[in-house]
């Protein structure tokens, strides 16, 4: 494969990596605060989160770049502490974090709403906070729908283009995912790198469509 190609594995593997984080830190701690009482508040986070979902790549990429453009409204505010989203790496982990955030958080609040009460009840009557409980005891209960959610996102990172062409650009040696390079190299007549590069991507979701169909079948019975 050429260069180029062995940059967007690598590149790929430092966005996945880095919103892997950002979804288990910041995507579980939506769930935590997402997971009780209705508000007007809520109700927008929840309308946020499935907008991505709802609306094609390419607009939602046009969106985010428009946002997070040095003269946006999100843009401005980090250029001022030296941070650029648009067309670097960090545009890349965000288009990464934005299209995979609903396949993570809405399959755990729907989880988390379906537990038991009297469970959650008996933890807060022991003395255990909310944060606690969420933490050490509804969390560990729902393991399985967290790993699916888990795989699902990670699929939807590997295979992002539209938010990623957007707001990363397809820059040589700088935000050509394996995705957006598979599309270039076809483009450029360069058939080889695209099909090898398509049958990487074909192995590792054929493994997490394999762990899915595992879990689904030790687990179907039993939501928890």
């Not at 946002?67 to 980090?78: A, E, Q, T």
């Amino acid at each position: 494969m050429s260069d180029e190609a062995v940059f967007s594995l690598i590149l790929t593997l430092k966005v996945l990596l880095v919103d892997v984080v950002l979804l288990i830190v910041f995507g579980t701690m939506l769930v935590y605060y997402l997971m009780d009482e209705e508000s007007c508040l809520k109700k927008i986070i929840y309308t946020l989160i499935d907008l991505p979902l709802l609306f094609p790549p390419i607009a939602t990429g046009f969106l985010l770049l428009w946002l997070f453009r040095d003269s946006g409204f999100f843009g401005n505010l980090l250029s001022k502490i030296n941070i650029h989203i648009v067309f670097s790496f960090w545009g890349l982990v965000t288009a990464g974090f934005v299209a995979s955030l609903s396949l993570f958080v809405k399959p755990l609040i729907a989880a988390v709403k379906q537990y038991p009460k009297n469970i959650i009840e008996a933890s807060y009557l022991s003395g255990k906070s909310k944060f606690t409980t969420f933490i050490f005891i509804i969390l560990p209960s729902i393991k399985k729908v967290f790993i699916v959610s888990f795989i699902l996102s990670v699929s939807k990172i590997l295979g992002e283009v539209g938010i990623s062409l957007m707001l990363g650009g397809n820059i040589p040696f700088k935000t050509n995912t394996i995705s957006i390079e598979i599309f270039s190299a076809f483009f450029n007549g360069d058939v080889d790198t695209a099909m090898n590069l398509s049958l990487i991507m074909f192995a590792v979701s054929f493994v997490l469509f394999i762990l899915l169909k595992v879990i689904e079948n030790n687990f179907q019975r039993d939501l928890f």
